[in-house]
């Protein structure tokens, strides 16, 4: 066991990590909104929307993230007009491919998981807030939307657990994340061991904070 290599790494990777947290927090926040969205078509009782969100949905989720990924990177440049409109000049970048990849993908995930979550809510607390003249509209985003923000927190914590994980899939298009650091640090030194323990260290202590961090949201938030 390398230790020097160990420690002569761990800086590389920390600054490496930056870019994983940059990754994470820009597809999280797009991803949200996106999810919030279909999941509010989702309830929709027209069903053309509700199909369409359901298959937006189905799609993403059905799909491994890597292939989402390969398709927005590579197959979406092969498109000649996409070459000749303002969209190429997001879509030539590998970063930005990588965050709307993620961005869909968990906007995917959130919008199932928001959905579940209002559809939890009990009927006498809308109630409740027509019987007092609250329109419909106030009722929803003032009432609806924040209890199932915190009824989604313990299962919304392990999605961004998880896309913190698949964020790792951006070295796959060129990216110099924490995994893709630990793969140019392995093709010169040729010590794939060393290196992935201090890389997972380091993955393991950003899911350590995350874990704790909604930990403490759902203790602040509980209806308790």
């Known amino acids: 066991m390398d230790f020097e290599l160990m420690i002569n790494s761990f800086p590389k990777l920390l600054n490496a990590a930056v870019i994983t947290l940059k990754l994470l927090t820009v597809s999280l ?42 398709i927005i990177y590579f197959g979406l440049g092969q498109i000649e007009y996409l070459r ?14 990588a965050i709307i990849a993620f961005a869909l993908n968990t906007g995917a995930y959130t919008s199932e998981i928001l959905r579940s979550a209002f559809q939890t809510i009990k009927p006498g607390v809308i109630e409740a807030g027509q019987s007092l003249g609250i329109s419909n509209k106030i009722i929803f985003y003032k009432i609806q939307i924040p209890i199932a923000i915190r009824q989604s927190l ?20 060129t990216l110099m994340d924490l995994t893709g650091v630990a793969k140019y640090i392995i093709s ?5 061991i060393e290196v992935f323990i201090v890389a997972g260290g380091i993955y ?21």
């Open 29 to 70: 926040v797009v991803g949200l909104f996106v999810g919030l969205l279909f999941a509010i078509l989702r309830l929709n009782k027209n069903i053309f929307i509700n199909k369409f969100a359901y298959g937006y949905s189905y799609v993403f989720r059905g799909t491994p993230l890597l292939v989402q990924i390969f």
């Open 84 to 97: 000749t409109t303002f969209l190429w000049v997001i879509l030539k970048e590998p970063y930005w491919c």
């Open 154 to 173: 313990p299962a919304y914590g392990n999605e961004i657990i998880l896309m913190m994980k698949g964020t790792s899939l951006a070295s796959t298009v």
């Open 188 to 192: 010169t030194t040729f010590k794939p």
């Open 204 to 224: 393991l202590f950003m899911t350590f904070i995350i874990h704790n961090v909604i930990k403490f949201l759902e203790k602040k938030y509980s209806f308790n």
